[in-house]
């Protein structure tokens, strides 16, 4: 007998759809401001707020102000994104009070954008139509069809010249042609939002001339499946850092209003679980998932669809699923980004790899430090529970489920699989030693699958759109996308959602906008404490989980932190164990004391005390530590140490053989002094010592009490004549 | 002990009055589910929000209520680094020492913050109105570096800016103060 799974959500959709159009009605202008825990420390708040005056203020009915999660997009924050009927969305950077004000009058009452506040790169009001172009790389790659080439051959010149006309490429749109590399390509017109398959220069033709220059759609050519990014890009695809993304576990986000469960509906929210539960084969599910290449997120890469199976094959009947939402990377954000922009994709996530073990419960474990997150999952779960989408008899098909969250208490370790469970039941957060893992037996003994809030994102988009789509994604042996947070000295400093096996320095340079002020890379970091930092010369390494391991790095959960000329590589492997050893739960000795006496060597070479016995003593320390410590943390914290002293181990020797720090960071290696040549007397450096530690009376030389200087380095920083120098 | 040996009921009402009402109601809760003990940390987040912190006798009383071993309810407060056992400020000033915070300069903030402040990490300004602590990462990483002062976060925190930010705080304090009155 057929379940009545689909039936019942195809009522939900309606039912969204006609409550959305309600709200909507054509024709009615949008403002929407980003709202999430990024936004709102840049002032998105005060944003809303201001438009909300406004609005109110002018007594139209026809503006609509909306929130949504955050783009990813952190240092142009917050961003404001205005949409008026039949024009291209324009998205404004760093909108503060006054800004706000000026969008409002200028673009929604005049009609004219704030162009100085545009976005970087996006389109303005001039331009009537952007076609965006999949430079992916099954169809960017085709010798045969360079879409480029031939669209700029066959379009009006006078279109391209006077912008009438954009012509963007983007990164995979995840409609992979099952042809093969290069059988065809495809288009994204917008602000239409159709988009095309194209074979041949003739189909280019016939776009051409009927949409672009008479606006009418070539339905022949029209696809209508539609792209997993295509409502992001069909908001965002102007944005130059986005459209060089594969938007998949980000699909929603900055798109949808996180709070708002009938949007994720309409856009195919819950559809997944909806066939899952018609099907009506947990077997089934795994098998796809299986399928898929979908590897775990949360840093160690275990092939998902294995690790359901495991829990599966027991045989307890009491299963649990846990979301892994205690994010400890320090400098990754791309979980709490998730849970608020799209909590219900992840809530949806845990119900179907609920199903698919057999378990009827299930725990988001989320970090204390993480408010808005906890209180958008805490609203997603209320309002599953309302439509009947999580508790008893989900969508009627008889299966049971529910969720509840736990609090994580700002313990690192906590993220440790079998430390996590011992939290959720209440404990101190130490780990065990494994085998049993989990998936046999976890939380109160009984089997226990743990996934990452990024594995669970990714997999309703694996079911809906189909294993092998999610596979051509990727690489060989890693399918789909991973999102990276980009931060430190990087220009353009955000989330970044690119197909496994994209080299980092497309993601460094290309998308990330390389790093500021002309100074050069030095290092990428990825995997946090339990990772390295990867050297210049190892940019073109393809990003996946057994590539980052051959440059003596690791994949990890997604953290990226770049380095430049000015960071010290011996200080930086020292802030990672001094990490390391405050996390320490001490239940095992090697990683206890261990990573305390590393730390101490690490103190002594930054100190400049350090001796080349000491680095010695540092590399069997760490390979000690790194072999017999219990549990993650302990064997991976020795890696930051290990994989710099392999790759940057002339730094270290400068520290302990020249007594140099080469970044000038390490502040017992180092001195400031005044050139007397070139200090004119401004006193700026005296008024800004903190000590104070500089003398000198307007217009004579000044001069450094090197016995009180703490070396803080500000006096370098504000004098203009660069007297000040570092040695 | 023998004389009387069962005094729970009056054990038991010490522990309530010892706790706000929705907390008591709270553990009430929890025990008719499945695994109440595995709220223990979820009733001392509840006590926290509270008090501001965890003194002795709440967590006698939470020990009592949940019926956990008091020195197990001390292990878990002493073991997970959110929890405070100390009263704190007015304003809980959380500096960012993570990765991305660390390399774009939060050790200069904080040593304005200490300068300002005149306080070190975990101590508590002499009028009662700041407490300085530090945090692994606060999730905006992109904006480092990044100072929380009570529920909010700001980015991009340089030195010069810190002596500003503490003002909107002190007027904050004085605000609320007089509204108070
Ligand atoms: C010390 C330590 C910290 C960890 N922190 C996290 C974390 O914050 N988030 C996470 O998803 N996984 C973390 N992990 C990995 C998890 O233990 C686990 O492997 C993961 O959640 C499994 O999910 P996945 O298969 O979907 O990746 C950590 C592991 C260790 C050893
Ligand atoms: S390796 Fe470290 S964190 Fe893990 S159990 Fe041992 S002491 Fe605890
Ligand atoms: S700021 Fe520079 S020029 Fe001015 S007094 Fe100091 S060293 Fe001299
Ligand atoms: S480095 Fe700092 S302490 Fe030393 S002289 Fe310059 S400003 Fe003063
Ligand atoms: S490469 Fe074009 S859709 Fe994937
Ligand atoms: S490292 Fe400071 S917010 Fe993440």
């Known amino acids: ?727 | 002990m023998s004389a009387k040996t069962d005094n729970l009921k009056e054990v038991e009402a010490r522990s309530k009055a010892a706790l706000p009402q929705d907390i008591v109601d709270w553990i009430g809760e929890c025990k008719k589910r499945p695994h109440p003990e595995s709220q223990l940390i979820s009733t001392l987040h509840k006590v926290q929000g509270h008090y501001g912190y965890l003194a002795k006798e709440q967590m006698d009383a939470v020990a009592q209520l949940m019926q956990i071993p008091a020195s197990k309810v001390t292990g878990v407060a002493t073991f997970y680094h959110f929890f405070r056992l100390h009263p704190r400020g007015q304003f809980i000033i959380n500096v960012c020492l993570g990765t991305a915070c660390y390399v774009k300069g939060a050790d200069r903030v904080v040593e304005k913050l200490k300068l300002e402040l005149g306080i070190d990490f975990g101590e508590t300004t002499k009028d009662g109105l700041f407490s300085l602590e530090a945090s692994r990462c606060l999730g905006t990483c992109g904006l480092a570096p990044v100072v929380m002062i009570g529920d909010d976060v700001h980015g991009g925190v340089t030195p010069d800016k810190v002596p500003a930010l503490l003002e909107t705080y002190i007027n904050k304090a004085r605000s609320l103060r007089k509204q108070s009155r």
């Open chain 1, 1 to 727: 007998m057929s379940n009545p799974g689909l039936a019942t959500y195809t009522g939900l959709a309606k039912k969204a759809e006609s409550i959305l159009d309600d709200r909507r009605e054509s024709g009615k202008i949008r403002i929407q401001v980003g709202s999430a825990t990024c936004e709102h420390a840049a002032g998105s708040n005060a944003v809303y707020e201001e438009f909300r005056r406004h609005i109110e203020a002018s007594g139209r009915d026809d503006i609509i102000l909306r929130r949504t999660g955050c783009t990813g997009r952190c240092s142009r924050e917050p961003i404001v994104g205005v949409m008026v009927p039949g024009h291209l969305p324009v998205k404004y950077q760093l909108v503060d009070h006054d800004t706000a004000h000026d969008i409002f009058t200028s673009h929604i009452l005049g009609g004219k954008p704030v162009t100085e506040k545009i976005l970087d790169g996006s389109a303005d009001e001039s331009v009537q139509y952007e076609i965006m172009l999949c430079s992916g790389e099954r169809c960017g790659r085709n010798k045969h069809l360079n879409l480029t080439k031939l669209f700029e051959k066959n379009l009006p010149k006078t279109a391209l010249e006077l912008g009438q006309v954009r012509l963007v490429s983007a990164n995979c749109f995840g409609l992979c042609p099952s042809g093969g590399k290069g059988s065809a390509g495809h288009a994204l017109i917008r602000p239409d939002n159709v988009l095309y398959h194209i074979e041949n220069e003739n189909d280019i033709r016939e776009i051409i001339d009927n949409h672009i220059l008479k606006g009418n759609v070539v339905e022949r050519l029209r696809k209508h499946t539609e792209a997993i990014s295509q409502r992001f890009f069909d908001m965002y695809g102007d944005v130059a850092f986005f459209n060089k993304q594969s938007r998949t576990a980000l699909r929603n986000a900055g798109v949808i209003n996180p709070e708002d469960i009938y949007e994720y509906i309409h856009y195919n929210g819950f559809e997944a679980l909806a066939r899952v539960l018609e099907k009506g084969d947990p077997q089934w599910v795994i098998e796809k998932i299986t399928a898929s290449k979908l590897r775990g997120r949360g840093g160690g890469g275990y092939p998902t669809g294995m690790k359901w199976a495991n829990a599966r094959k027991t045989t307890e009947e009491t299963r649990y699923i846990i979301c892994n939402a205690d994010e400890g990377d320090p400098g990754a954000f791309m979980d709490r980004s998730m849970l608020e922009s799209d909590p219900f994709s992840i809530v949806e996530g845990m119900i179907i790899g609920g199903y698919a073990i057999g378990a009827s419960h299930g725990f988001f474990y989320i970090r204390a430090e993480y408010p808005l997150a906890i209180k958008r999952i805490e609203h997603a779960i209320d309002e599953c529970r309302k439509l009947g989408l999580l508790g008893d008899n989900i969508l009627g098909t008889g299966f049971s489920f529910d969720l509840e969250i736990r609090l994580g208490a700002g313990a690192f370790v906590c993220g440790e699989e079998t430390a996590l469970i011992h939290s959720i039941e209440g404990l101190r957060g130490q780990p065990r030693i494994r085998p049993p893992y989990p998936s046999q037996s976890g939380l109160w003994g009984k089997p226990t699958v743990i996934n990452n809030v990024e594995t669970f994102a990714n997999v309703p988009a694996v079911l809906l759109y189909g294993s092998e789509w999610f596979r051509n994604i990727g690489t060989e042996k890693s399918g789909g996308t991973k999102v990276f947070a980009l931060a430190g000295k990087v220009n353009h400093t955000g989330l970044v959602e690119v197909p496994m096996g994209t080299t980092l320095r497309e993601v460094v340079f290309d998308i990330g906008g390389g790093v500021p002020n002309g100074k050069k890379l030095k290092a990428v970091q990825t995997g946090g404490p339990a990772g390295g930092c990867i050297p210049e010369k190892f940019l073109d390494t393809e990003v996946d989980f057994d590539t980052l391991a051959q440059v003596d790095s690791i994949m990890g959960s997604g953290g990226m932190i770049i380095l430049d000329e000015d960071d010290c590589i011996v200080d930086i492997a020292r802030f990672f164990i001094a990490f390391s050893q405050d996390e320490s739960c001490g239940k095992c000795t090697p990683c206890r004391e261990g990573t305390k006496r590393m730390l101490e060597i690490l103190e002594r070479i930054t100190g400049g005390t350090g001796t080349p016995a000491d680095l010695v003593k540092l590399e069997r320390l760490a390979t000690l530590v790194k072999k017999s410590s219990l549990c993650g943390l302990g064997r991976a914290a020795p890696n930051p140490v290990l994989s710099t002293l392999k790759q940057f181990r002339a730094e270290y020797e400068a520290h302990v053989f020249d007594k140099k720090c080469p970044a000038k960071k390490c502040s017992a290696l180092i001195k400031y002094e005044i050139d007397p040549n070139k200090c004119v007397g401004c006193t700026l450096c005296a008024k800004n010592c903190p000590v104070p530690c500089i003398s000198g009376v307007r217009r004579e030389l000044h001069v450094i009490d090197q016995a009180k200087c703490i070396k803080c380095g500000r006096c370098f920083e504000v004098c203009r004549f660069d007297a000040v120098q570092r040695l």
